[in-house]
């Protein structure tokens, strides 16, 4: 029987997609761009802070949580941040490749900001729509459309800025983004109620998410479970740069073969696990997360060929899509009622901080080791992930996990 959600599952996938594919552009496509330029590892690593407005996105929600009008309050919010947003892409289109380091960087962090917030109400309007029942295959849509992203961002929009020139990729993803807004009307929101107007205190709001059953084991799962293996994902293409693919079978290989590898195995990952299985899935899970890495890191301490270079780099798209898939699923599972947008907002502030953390200080080891020796740090330190999730954390977050089943 096909579920009624499919049409919002759509929808969400779709301005998840418009949220995020400029923010990968920016992110994941550029490295390339600045190794073509001759940027070292550690100015390719300080240019990722332009993330890190994500880490404050609990500061973000407050205002979407105090600020709550009675009607469809979240899908208000979600326009007025996306049309900003889509503002400052238009103007990104406008400055030109020959704009100054320090401006560029200032556009990238408003970027940064306007999709970081505008990602809030959208993931808090997700929550609030769907039952408990569809939250996992929510989880995968939303790792899906970010693989996605990637497929444009990270792949397809270099094509299109090596062929049509500078302004073409974000005119592009602007109008995507203007399709992904009008669609929102779509959605019914409900009212919020007596909630509506209220000044809200935000000690006893942010306070009562650390209260949660396994609230303080997943805090450590999210600040540890993702970032390794993303900073890999970070440096791919660089890597493959370096090791003599040209730009364009890099943007083929690692943004659209691998985006949808990560894609298909989010879906997957989202069809396949239950809440059930969850438990015994995180550490099998963290367990392909240190394989590949350690594969990786070998792969290219022995020199092997392109065929050896191509198959790692599918096997890291899979091991990201399955990672980034759970993880989302969980962050849903772990919001409370009536504060879907500050519980959303702490968990991705978390998830941001050790993803936005780790590759700088990977761009370090970059310098100073090379890649094999990067690599081998990233896998230890996924090793160590490993044996978290095969402690007394994996019980206590299926302990909550089946309490709200229940609910």
């Known amino acids: 029987m096909r579920s009624p959600y499919r049409w919002h599952q759509f929808v969400f996938g779709l301005l998840g997609l418009a949220l995020a594919a400029p923010s990968v552009y920016l992110v994941l496509g550029l ?37 709550h009008p009675a009607r469809q309050p ?21 400055v030109g490749v020959e704009t100054p380091k320090a401006v560029l960087f200032a556009l990238m962090l408003a970027c940064s ?34 693989f996605a992203a990637v497929i444009l961002g990270g792949g397809a929009m270099l094509l299109l800025e090596q ?29 919020a109620g007596n909630l509506a107007g209220e000044s809200l205190s935000p ?14 084991s997943w805090v450590v799962l999210l600040l540890a479970y993702f970032p390794f293996v993303a900073t890999a994902w970070i440096y791919l293409k660089p890597l493959l ?9 890099v943007a083929w290989i690692a943004g659209i073969g691998g985006g949808c590898l990560g894609a298909l195995s989010s879906l997957a990952t989202a069809r396949i696990v239950s809440r059930e299985t969850l438990p015994h899935t995180l550490p099998l899970s963290a367990l392909g997360n240190f394989l590949v890495l350690s594969l990786l890191a070998g792969v290219v301490w022995q020199a092997a060929g392109p065929v050896w270079l191509i198959t790692t780099t599918c096997l890291l798209a899979i091991a990201m899509g399955v990672t980034s898939s759970l993880a989302f699923s969980l962050m849903m599972d772990f919001s409370r009622q009536y504060h879907q947008a500050v519980d959303y907002g702490i968990q991705a502030s978390l998830f941001a901080l050790g993803r936005t953390a780790v590759p700088p200080v990977a761009g370090v080891l970059l310098d100073i080791y090379r890649y094999p020796g990067m690599l081998l740090a990233l896998a230890l330190a996924a090793f160590v992930v490993l044996l978290l999730t095969t402690g007394t954390q994996r019980f206590v977050v299926a302990q909550c996990v089946q309490e709200r089943a229940v609910e």
Do not use: C
């Open 163 to 191: 062929t049509l020139g500078w302004a073409a990729p974000f005119l592009a993803m602007s109008a995507l983004l203007l399709l992904a807004l009008a669609l929102i009307g779509s959605l019914k929101e409900a009212d």
């Open 31 to 67: 490295p390339l761009l600045m190794r073509q330029q001759g940027w070292s590892g550690t100015g390719i690593g300080l240019f990722q802070l332009a993330g890190l407005p994500a880490v404050f996105k609990v500061v973000l929600a407050l205002p979407v949580e105090r600020w």
């Open 203 to 216: 000690s006893p709001i942010l306070g009562g998410f650390f209260h949660q059953p396994g609230a303080w």
């Open 241 to 249: 740069l370096d090791q003599g693919f040209p730009a364009s079978q």
């Open 113 to 146: 900001v306007l999709a970081t917030w505008a990602d809030i109400p959208m993931n808090a309007l997700a929550i609030k729509m769907l039952p408990a029942s569809e939250r996992l295959f929510a989880g995968g849509v939303r790792s899906a459309a970010l």
């Open 74 to 94: 979240y899908s208000r919010w979600t326009l007025l941040l996306g049309i900003a947003y889509l503002i400052v892409l238009l103007v990104l289109a406008a």
